[in-house]
């Protein structure tokens, strides 16, 4: 019997983790060998009709061995469960939580979730035994060959059950669709080639010899992945808005609430491609460490694994720039001394999302590259892009000065007192001031909670030293000496919404 998955997806898209959002952790769970059926025996089954005879009650001490008759599991196939329940790689999109159960629907309606196949289930008998490194091995290639499987099933019932059904009941625009679901259409050959590949590797006994040259082969056409990631910050802002639009709404809660979505919404599958991505490398380490040395694979994994890394960086950067300039369109400005050279000459942001003021006002606050600026939001038009006003000056960060305000302490420059009721002292408060070529800033700003203020604390941290190293360095080289950012640095980007999931009321 499979046990119901009870994890909740992480947050919103753009969630407080770094851009290592391209990072992924196992989900254990997924494909852990399932429980077998055990017969009960003739005994102690309902019978067709009615039975007069007295049936001596079974003692609750009893031991339930008495009852249930054992079933004898393959060698193979119980050694395959027990290491697939030690590991495991699929990553689907996280579900959402259930929908509230209506009167008219059953709560079977929703399935539990896919059904996991082991390599070891396939496999009827070997002609010569396996090791138990080997197996292992053979487990995780069938892992990365299902996963590309599933993912193509899914991409294909995107298209056929929301893209297509929305434009022909006209519940979005052609154009509205293209920008929401990108080139998903493309990614679907490049899997179905690469399944194609790995299941042409397997031989009479259903065993892959070698898999890194084929990866090899195949990764550079991941390069597609940088215009459908980079498309994906307009795409989830753009079906974010349309949600308010009662046909959009209604016509996606039905979708979720039917079988085929296995609770996810629709961003949770446009963001699949994505998910499968960054399992490259997890997945190849995994075949690595079970490859013996002096197999054919043994040079080959470790040109595949840089080789995914690289591209999965490049992506990141490229979606990091698509990012900054997304955001960097919808600033206002109030007054032209706003517009500060930092925010045209920022690539990327660290990160973004709400903080309070003093006075408790509510502040969408973007860390770019190289300066902190303080926005208010705008009321946004249903058809156009949401839209910040900037408040006061914008920060640079090579002048920006940090300081961490301690819990149960009152702010020197502005007081918290008057922004809640019955709050005389700060929680969860930070400062940022400012000296140099304007004139002296100081704002205390206010993190929903103690993990957001640790994440922007540490944001701007990293901004600050990377905008003074950064001034430093231009300032003693060429123009074509400066060095370009660290790679490393993108992969630790947090394209990010700062937001907690619970607010905190205005008074």
Not at 152 to 164: P, Q
């Amino acid at each position: 019997m499979e046990l119901e998955e009870t994890e909740v997806d992480t947050s919103p898209s753009w969630s407080p983790v770094s851009r290592d959002r391209l990072l992924t952790c196992a989900n254990l769970p997924d494909i852990a060998g399932e429980d077998d059926d055990f017969p009960i025996n003739d005994h102690i089954q309902d019978s067709e009709g009615p039975c007069n005879k007295r049936v001596k009650p079974v003692d609750k001490s009893a031991s339930v061995t008495g009852i249930i008759t054992p079933v004898k599991t393959p060698a193979l196939k119980r050694l395959g469960q027990s290491i697939q329940r030690s590991i495991s790689f699929r990553t689907e999109a996280r579900p959402l939580p259930p929908m509230p159960i209506r009167t008219r629907q059953k709560a079977s309606s929703f399935p539990r979730r896919r059904s996991s196949q082991l390599w070891s289930d396939t496999v009827d008998s070997m002609s010569h035994e396996l090791s138990t490194k080997e197996i292992k091995r053979q487990e995780i290639i069938y892992e990365l060959t299902q996963g590309e499987k599933q993912l193509i099933e899914d991409l294909s019932l995107v298209k056929k059950v929301y893209y297509e059904p929305m434009l022909k009941l006209d519940i979005m625009t052609e154009s509205e669709l293209g920008q929401i679901f990108g080139t998903l259409d493309s990614l679907i050959p490049l899997h179905e080639d690469l399944l194609a590949r790995l299941e042409g590797l397997r031989g009479a006994e259903k065993t892959v010899q070698e898999v890194g040259p084929t990866m090899m082969d195949w990764f550079p056409c991941l390069e597609a992945y940088i215009t459908y990631c980079c498309n994906q910050v307009g795409a989830k802002a753009l079906l974010d808005q349309k949600k308010q639009d009662r046909r959009v709404e209604h016509f996606l809660r039905l979708c979720q609430e039917s079988s085929f979505s296995r609770k996810l919404d629709l961003w949770n599958f446009l963001d699949l491609p994505r998910s499968r991505l960054v399992k490259y490398p997890l997945l190849l380490k995994e075949i690595q460490k079970s490859t013996p040395p002096e197999h054919p694979d043994e040079d080959a994994l470790p040109e595949a694994i840089e080789l995914i890394q690289k591209i999965i960086t490049e992506v990141n950067l490229k979606t990091g720039e698509a990012e900054c300039q997304f955001y960097r369109r919808g600033l206002c400005y109030s007054e032209d001394s706003q517009r500060v050279s930092e925010i045209q000459a920022s690539r990327f942001l660290y990160c973004h999302g709400e903080l309070k003021s003093t006075k408790g006002q509510k502040l969408h606050v973007f860390l770019f590259e190289l300066v902190l600026v303080l926005t208010r939001p705008l009321a946004q038009d249903r058809e156009g892009p949401a839209q910040f006003q900037v408040y006061r000056q914008p920060l640079p960060a090579a002048h920006l000065h940090l300081e961490d305000l301690p819990d149960g302490e009152p702010s020197s420059s502005g007081s918290f007192r008057g922004a809640f009721t019955g709050n005389d002292k700060v929680k969860n408060c930070f400062r940022v001031s400012t000296t140099g070529r304007t004139k002296s800033q100081s704002h205390s700003l206010q993190a929903n909670d103690s993990f957001n203020k640790q994440q922007w604390i540490s944001c701007l941290r990293q901004a600050m030293v990377q905008s003074r190293d950064r001034q430093a360095q231009t300032s003693h080289c060429k123009p074509s000496e400066r060095l370009s950012p660290d790679p490393a640095l993108y992969n630790n980007i947090a394209e990010l919404n700062l937001n907690s999931d619970v607010e905190m009321p205005d008074t």
